[in-house]
Structures are given as structure tokens and as C-alpha cells.
């Protein structure tokens, strides 16, 4: 004789948390050289997700999984998840490996890619219009990108181009220390640039950037929010409200175990 039993297993919520985010026109530039390595807070947590913000106390906490939200008001429309290759260390060990720098930090490229049927601008966006993985620290000639994709134009360590873009520029420092060359602080730098090849003006998203002549200041995309984990692999699809906090919603498992 033998009946089947059918179990539930519920599997333990896991947590995505805000570790930054990125407005390129709130008035403060998170350039290159500002915040990525300081071990500080920038921000208020009331104003988490509209301005730029960094939570120091996740900055420094060792995770496994990053994702990449960029939302509109909160609300998601693009979002791309990654692994670490490594597991045991933090944003802030990461961002100040700058000597060489030029890490390639995820594997595998994106685990997860969602892109809303209504999301704009996504032809050069320095996140979702290029693949591949994530590459930290890009530094090159007198130049430094934070976060980059392998999939855009990675310039040669030696060449002095201004041509790799992405989330957190400098044009005129030593990507090596994170340090920017006087007098150039407010004149080179820069928070979001999109993908180009550039043979003449720099397109920019935004506001925030230096007095630099040949910086075009573009439309805004959206709000680049950078959450981590130690677990979750799976982020809220677009749509999805963002908070400081993200729970992944528990999964049940339903299957037969036959008894005899």
C-alpha cells in the first residue's frame, strides 16, 4: 500500500539592502573621488531613494549578490542582478582595492536582467544598454570610473581617453588613489555618464558634473540604487516599490513523498 503526502516547504526570506543610490541632478556629484572610500554615511535615510545616499553600515558589511535598480520615483523600470566572484568582502573593500584596480568583481554576467516594456532611454544607458559583468575601480590614464560594464568600452590602463563610462567619473585624477588633481576637483567631475565613443562633447545624465567646456548635460534617466546580499539572488520585478529594506518574498516548494 502507498500514499502520497504532499509537503510545503517554506524557504526562509532573504533580504536585499540600500546600500547607495545615485541621483545625477541633487546637487551633490558622487564623483569618482567622493564617498566610495571614506567609510561614511552620505544622506539621510528619509531621502534614501531621491538622493544620493550611502549607508556606511552596509557599505562595510561582506556580501555575496549586488543588484542594480534604477527606478523612477521608487519604482522600478530596469534592474540587473549580479554575483561576486568573491563572497567575503564589502563594498568598501572593494572600492578601495583602487592599486591596480580594474577588477572584474562578478561572474557569470547578469543572473538577473528585468527591463519594464515602458522603461526609456535604454539605448546608452551605462548599465542596461551594454552585458557582461561588473568591473570596479576602471582606472586609465589620469581617469577612474567605479562601476562599469565589461560589455562597454573598456579603455587600455595607459590610454588617457576619457572614453570609459559609467556610474562614479573622474577625468582628472589619480584613479590609483582616488584623489583629484588641483585644481580640477569641480572641473572634471562627474556622476553618471552613458555609453559613447567620444570624438567631441561628453554626454552626461544630469546636473551633477564639474565646469568642464565639453560636458553636455542630458536627460536623467532615473535614480541608480545599489542594493546587497548575502543570499538573495532573485530582486522584485519592475513595478516593484523600492525601500531601504527589501524582502524576497518566500517560495513554497510543493512535492510528493511516497510512502510504502
Known sequence: VSRDVEKVERVRTKTWYLAMNLNPADGHVMDYTTGWTNDAFIGTSSEALSKDYLNRLVWGHPVSYIAIARHQAGEVDAVKVFRFKESARSLLSRFQAMHPGREVVTEGGPIQESISKTAQNLGDDPVFSVGGDLAFNWAYGNNGARIVL???????????????????????????????????????????????????????????????????????????????????????????????????????????????
Open 150 to 260: 565589461t560589455g562597454g568600452r573598456l579603455s587600455e590602463a595607459n590610454v588617457d581617453d576619457d572614453n570609459t563610462h559609467g556610474l562614479g567619473n573622474h577625468f582628472a585624477c589619480n584613479p590609483l588613489t582616488g584623489i583629484a588633481y588641483t585644481p580640477y576637483e569641480t572641473v572634471w567631475n562627474h556622476e553618471i555618464s552613458n555609453i559613447q565613443d567620444r570624438t567631441g562633447p561628453i554626454l552626461v545624465q544630469g546636473t551633477d558634473h564639474g565646469s568642464g567646456s565639453t560636458y553636455i548635460a542630458g536627460p536623467v534617466y532615473g535614480n541608480y540604487a545599489i542594493y546587497v546580499s548575502e543570499d538573495a539572488s532573485s530582486f522584485p520585478e519592475p513595478g516593484h516599490k523600492l525601500d531601504i529594506e527589501i524582502e524576497v518574498l518566500p517560495k513554497y516548494k510543493f512535492f510528493l513523498d511516497s510512502e510504502y
